[in-house]
T-cell receptor, first 114, second 110 residues
């Protein structure tokens, strides 16, 4: 149990385009999901907290208009990187809060912006 | 949120026991301690979680002293496949966001 999936696993896009990443909790409902970004050889950096049915809470320094988060159901949160640029290239990881067991992470999405 | 401090890296050989200690001096009463393992280009994987004393599962043990200001992850008889980054995190159960520290990069040699 407590499986979290992400789609796509990797994406390559041109500069200026928008990319949507999905995070799903497969066997539990998650009112809260989190989005992280990880650059090579660095730790995970929390970007935002996604709450089902309400606006996401962004960490300091993360542009909410750049990284749009939608948590429309108890099993799905999406992160859209708008007008992506090469500096947005990174590994994006989501996690979902399982009520009785804690946080579980997705496998990550590798974004490369050309 | 409690800040954690871990060694940046550790080396070991196959078959040895590895102990990674994490300091969390500002841990709050309702905080739990959780350890995750991360391989390159993968999401973190839950290893073990505890509140006090000792917790053991099929892959690791977690030792937490009475003052809870530190914790030690113990990996018995490591293999090459245990080469990874190990993160210690402290947060309130079921409510808090997780703030990752540097983690400990464990390298296991044959």
């Amino acid at each position: 149990g407590a499986v979290v999936s992400q789609h796509p696993s990797r994406v390559i896009c041109k500069s200026g385009t928008s990319v949507k990443i999905e995070c799903r909790s497969l066997d539990f409902q998650a009112t809260t999901m989190f989005w992280y970004r990880q650059f090579p050889k660095q730790s995970l950096m929390l970007m935002a907290t996604s709450n089902e049915g309400s606006k996401a809470t962004y960490e300091q320094g993360v542009e909410k208009d750049k990284f749009l988060i939608n948590h429309a159901s108890l099993t799905l949160s999406t992160l859209t990187v708008t007008s992506a640029h090469p500096e947005d290239s990174s590994f994006y990881i989501c996690s979902a809060q399982e009520p009785a067991m804690g946080q579980f992470f997705g496998p990550g999405t590798r974004l490369t912006v050309l | 949120l409690a800040k954690t401090t871990q060694p940046i890296s550790m080396d070991s050989y196959e078959g040895q026991e590895v102990n990674i200690t994490c300091s969390h001096n500002n841990i709050a009463t309702n905080d739990y301690i959780t350890w995750y393992q991360q391989f390159p280009s993968q999401g973190p994987r839950f290893i073990i979680q505890g509140y006090k004393t000792k917790v053991t599962n099929e892959v690791a043990s977690l030792f937490i002293p009475a003052d809870r200001k530190s914790s030690t992850l113990s990996l018995p008889r490591v293999s090459l496949s245990d080469t990874a980054v190990y993160y210690c995190l402290v947060a309130s159960y079921n409510t808090d966001k997780l703030i990752f520290g540097t983690g400990t990069r464990l390298q296991v040699f044959p």
